[in-house]
């Protein structure tokens, strides 16, 4: 089975993947192959950098280029992490064998999160948090809110680590339950 994971920032996105990979899934980011686009650009590796190298590289090759990128490399068991865009979703579909998993979080919880992490351009404040990611979902290519609403399960990330891994277990059960009855 192929996972794709999409969500907002904060959400809780790689701790769902990192998840995965401890329980063997070989990991892939379409962000990475963003990264890899904005360093061959000699820019700096910013979120303003990364979203303006994504929408400029969706507009000029569509907007499954970054999933595109990856999937000759996807096996049974892989983790897709950051997929931000519907087209992205749609080619990754057509591997057979893949469900989105929508990660998401009250706002002042993906805040916190953010704060924590570090990352550089999150935003210092709630409002300035909130300012960037609804620049984010506007404009050419990225499409976060219509990429999580094509998740085949979602999970609300607002507690504990433990109950978000719990949360995984029972869906991976629930695949696995479902290839069992299909088959």
Request: charged share 30%; hydrophobic share 35%.
């Amino acid at each position: 089975m192929i996972i794709g994971i999409t969500g907002p920032n904060g959400s809780g996105k790689g701790e769902v993947a990192n998840y995965l990979k401890s329980k063997g899934f070989i990991y892939f980011s379409l962000s990475d192959v963003v990264r890899q686009e904005t360093q061959k650009s000699n820019l700096s590796l910013t979120r303003e950098n990364l979203i303006k190298t994504g929408r400029e590289i969706r507009k000029e090759r569509g907007d499954g280029f970054f999933a595109k990128q990856i999937i000759s490399e996807l096996k049974d068991n892989s983790v897709v992490d950051s997929i931000r865009n519907p087209s992205e979703v749609e080619v990754l579909k057509q591997m057979g064998n893949f469900v989105l998993l929508g990660v998401n979080a009250p706002v002042g919880v993906r805040f916190k999160r953010s704060k924590k992490r570090g990352r550089v351009g999150d935003g210092s404040t709630v409002e300035e948090f909130v300012k960037l990611e609804e620049e984010e979902n506007r404009g050419i290519g990225q499409d976060p809110i219509e990429t999580l609403k094509m998740s085949n399960f979602l999970i609300i990330n607002d507690k504990t680590v433990d109950h978000l891994h719990i949360q995984i277990d029972k869906i991976l059960d629930f695949i696995q339950n479902e290839k069992s009855t299909n088959n």
